[in-house]
């Protein structure tokens, strides 16, 4: 099974930023798309960004401008650079790996908090 190592989370204050970080035990050659989500309390889940194999990457409308996910294949890593936070952008965020046809795995989450 394929595990997820996400770090870079904390407390930081509207207009500042934080990178996230996820490592996946597998290489990310294999990986098809990696997506980071978000989950903040009383509120469904949503998709912040993804990245595939190729490098085409997408954003939530929320996030677009602010947000920038990447990929370091020497690293065997993905990034979620978060630029401008707002408040509003407090959540746990979880990294996902998709393979098509054989597994898509989440991290455990890291806690982003956004005081104002």
């Known amino acids: 099974q394929v595990q997820l190592v996400e770090s870079g989370g904390g407390l930081v204050q509207a207009g500042g930023s934080l990178r996230l970080s996820c490592a996946p035990s597998?290489?990310?050659?294999?990986?098809?798309?990696m997506v980071w989500h978000r989950q903040a309390p009383g509120k469904q889940r949503e998709l912040v960004a993804a990245?595939?194999?190729?490098?085409?990457?997408n954003y939530a409308a929320s996030v677009k401008g602010r947000f920038t996910i990447s990929r370091d294949n020497a690293k065997n890593t993905v990034y979620l650079q978060m630029n401008s936070l707002k408040p509003e952008d407090t959540a746990v965020y979880y990294c996902?790996?998709?393979?098509?046809?054989?597994?898509?795995?989440w991290g455990q989450g890291t806690q982003v908090t956004v005081s104002s």
């Open positions: 597998e290489t990310i050659f294999s990986i098809n798309v």
């Open positions: 996902n790996a998709i393979k098509y046809g054989t597994y898509n795995h």
């Open positions: 990245i595939t194999s190729g490098g085409n990457s």
